[in-house]
């Protein structure tokens, strides 16, 4: 399928990164931000549908592969950071600021997800390891020239507006599409499957450990990210590599499928939401709305399933209208400013259209 995204990042001047150097650091950082969660994964399926229990080190094998991956992650930063503040040109004010950003952070990385020391908190864990993968998926792109997302190629407040509410709407029915149609075949599967099949018997929240919501939040936060960079940042940097399309898509699912595993077999229609959301990215090479659309239709999907199911249908229907409303105005608003500019096609259109 083609694609919208250019062979060099346009405006920076710098030429096309070498082929082998994006695909090695796509697979490593791959690795690094997925492993320990498939790792889980693998553990509790194993456990969940085949029976299987686990002697205690192999039960805590996955706590190992969570500091393997922050310290890796760590030195990765470390030194792309380091090549940073040797590079000339550099702004000298910049480099103490790095150095003690880092040093601070190390600190703290090292004490919480790495060495599990008493005075770090446990419910800091998550969120140092959610900002040590942004923050080393944002330096390998840096690192490359590439920038996270396109630039904005039209001025008016309004049709930017516009275009973001479609494209974070867009992400959001991507997510909805995938999760409806794996619940859809969980609760099937229950009824009519056969029973050696492995299905979820249990409610999302119970399966995947979520027992308060000061943690839902810490795992939500991780979540966005953690998929943002295997679905975003790993196909941008495919991509770039020219690599096959049907590659990307498959590396990207495969680790989807895998941490959605708790689903049992239906888990497989995960790959949907993958895809899609890859296709998006690499068509719109946005990454404000792919973020937001999965952060909002989680925050949704929680807030739902607070309310019983009575409640759930007055409250979609609300959601609904409130959607088409925003859409309208924004609509208008794009419309009427792009006739005062003496466009003749709808502005919110526009920024695909140039691009």
């Known amino acids: 399928m083609p694609t919208s ?7 920076t001047g710098h030429p096309v990164p070498p082929a082998p150097g994006l695909t090695a650091d796509a697979l490593v950082l791959l690795v690094l931000a997925s492993g320990p ?31 393997a991956a922050a310290v890796l992650q760590l030195l990765w930063l ?32 090292t004490a919480g997800p790495v060495l599990h020391l008493p005075v770090m908190a446990a419910s800091t864990e998550p969120v140092l390891r959610t900002v040590l993968l942004a923050w080393l998926a944002r330096e390998v ?24 509410f479609r494209q974070t709407s867009t992400v959001a029915w991507y997510c909805l599409l995938g999760t409806t149609a794996t619940t859809a075949a969980v609760l099937a599967l229950r009824r009519l499957g056969p029973a050696w099949l492995p299905v979820m018997r249990t409610d999302q929240l119970s399966a995947i450990g979520i027992d308060s919501p000061a943690a ?39 680790p989807e499928v895998i941490f959605h595993a708790y689903f049992g077999a239906p888990a497989v229609l995960m790959a949907i939401y993958a895809v899609l959301c890859a296709r998006f990215y690499l068509h719109h090479h946005r990454l404000g709305p792919l973020l937001l659309g999965h952060l909002l239709y989680d925050l949704a999907g929680v807030l739902a399933g607070i309310w019983p199911l009575p409640y759930r249908i007055p409250l979609g229907i609300a959601t609904g209208i409130a959607y088409a409303l925003t859409d309208r105005r924004l609509a208008a608003m794009s419309y009427s400013h792009g006739r005062l500019a ?5 502005p919110e259109n526009t920024e695909e259209t140039r691009t």
Do not use: D, M
């Open 37 to 67: 969660t498939v790792c889980q994964a693998v553990l509790y399926c194993a456990n969940r549908f085949a029976g299987l229990t686990w002697p205690p080190p192999a039960a805590h094998l996955h706590t190992g592969a969570w500091a």
């Open 5 to 11: 995204l250019p062979p060099a990042v346009p405006g």
């Open 141 to 164: 792109c840096r690192r490359h020239h590439l920038p996270l997302s396109r630039p904005v190629t039209t001025r008016e407040p309004s049709v930017r507006r516009h275009t973001a």
């Open 216 to 254: 839902l939040l810490r795992a939500l936060a991780w979540t966005v990210v953690q998929e943002g960079v295997v679905i975003a940042v790993v196909s941008l940097l495919l991509h770039t590599a020219r690599r096959p399309t049907a590659q990307i898509y498959t590396l990207i699912a495969v």
């Open 78 to 109: 470390a030194r792309l950071l380091g090549s940073r503040i040797t590079t000339p040109g550099r702004i000298p004010k910049q480099r103490p600021v790095l150095l003690v950003s880092l040093a601070v952070f190390g600190a703290l990385v």
């Open 342 to 346: 003496g466009e003749t096609a709808p």
